[in-house]
């Protein structure tokens, strides 16, 4: 799980994203991103309806899911970069790992070099 320090705290800190933020998409699961403050942690936070999903269940598998491979990326995330994942669909949940850490680090490089 990702660090406390790295949590999006209210709505109004997600809101601000969404107003200001940029873009990136991808099949399943797409990435807004904004920047504020660089010396600020950056801040990550998922985001799956109960449309992907009825069960809290599986939303909490692919919330989980998301947030560890955003931890275990190779890539450096400059500080002040707000991310915001939105999944599109219950196969996040049960997809293999490679597959799913490839589809995030895509997101990721597209993001950040922006």
Request: aromatic fraction near 8%; avoid cysteine.
């Amino acid at each position: 799980m990702i660090g406390q320090q790295h949590r999006f705290h209210g709505y109004g800190s997600l809101r601000g994203v969404y107003q200001r933020g940029s873009n990136v998409r991808g099949q399943l699961i797409s990435l807004k991103f904004a920047q504020r403050d660089p010396k600020r942690p950056y801040r990550v936070a998922v985001v799956v309806s109960r449309k992907v999903s009825k069960s809290a269940v599986v939303r909490n598998r692919i919330r989980r899911r998301v947030y560890e491979q955003v931890r275990r990326t190779d890539i450096s995330i400059p500080p002040g970069t707000d991310l915001v994942f939105t999944a599109f669909s219950e196969q996040i949940a049960t997809m293999e790992e490679p597959k799913l850490r490839e589809s995030i680090t895509k997101l990721l490089n597209d993001a950040l070099m922006h």
